[in-house]
């Protein structure tokens, strides 16, 4: 900045309008400077300030970056406790579930036998029998002679009931 120079105790009117004229030509000039320092300082924060800008800018893309990967990496271990836990309670569901079905097939099982239903053992007795019996009656089809059909009876009575005719067909006695 421009330094003041102390005049010297000169008196009179001349004196004093060189020294206002003196003082307002240095303040002129220190107004100067400061506007020139302040455009200069425009100036090189205009430049600087663009360069500032892109550096943030590509320290802000580092920094993003690298949160991303952390998160990511974050995200993978919690996805992975999530997906064994989620795993954990699906298995203890199912274990749940089987006794539950377990549980019920049981008392369905004793209901039915209180009821005198049978179960599959003794239906798949009863299935053999069966078959053990027709491979008998079949045997003994083939063995005998074969014989010429009886003649059939006309019936008796004309007014005889459905009943009458199921019983005969059956060979159940009549009434």
Same mark, same amino acid.
């Given at each position: 900045?421009?330094k003041?120079?102390?005049a010297?105790?000169?008196?009179g009117?001349s004196?004093?309008?060189?020294q206002?004229?003196q ?7 220190s107004a100067?400077?400061v506007w020139l320092?302040?455009?200069?300082a425009?100036?090189r924060a205009q ?14 893309m580092n920094?993003e970056q690298g !949160? *991303?990967r952390? =998160?990511?990496?974050?995200? %993978?271990?919690v996805?992975?406790?999530? /997906?064994? &836990? +989620?795993?954990q !309670? *699906?298995e203890? =569901?199912s274990?749940t579930w %089987? ?5 019920? /097939?049981? &008392? +369905?099982q004793? !209901?039915?036998?209180k009821?005198?239903v049978?179960?599959?053992e003794?239906l798949?007795d009863?299935?053999? &029998? +069966?078959?053990?019996l027709t491979?008998?009656l ?8 074969p ?13 005889a ?7 005969k ?7």
């Amino acid at each position: 900045m421009a330094k003041f120079k102390k005049a010297g105790k000169k008196t009179g009117p001349s004196s004093a309008q060189a020294q206002a004229d003196q003082l307002s030509k240095k303040l002129s000039e220190s107004a100067q400077q400061v506007w020139l320092a302040g455009v200069g300082a425009f100036g090189r924060a205009q430049a600087e300030g663009t360069k500032l800008f892109e550096a943030l800018v590509k320290e802000g893309m580092n920094f993003e970056q690298g !949160a *991303r990967r952390f =998160a990511g990496g974050r995200a %993978d271990v919690v996805r992975d406790a999530v /997906e064994a &836990r +989620v795993g954990q !309670a *699906r298995e203890r =569901a199912s274990d749940t579930w %089987d006794r539950l079905e377990k549980v019920f /097939e049981d &008392r +369905v099982q004793r !209901a039915l036998v209180k009821l005198g239903v049978p179960g599959r053992e003794d239906l798949a007795d009863l299935a053999q &029998r +069966v078959d053990t019996l027709t491979a008998e009656l079949r045997r003994q089809r083939t063995s005998a002679a074969p014989r010429s059909a009886p003649a059939r009876k006309a019936p008796a009575k004309k007014a005889a009931g459905k009943k009458t005719v199921a019983r005969k067909r059956k060979g159940a006695p009549t009434a």
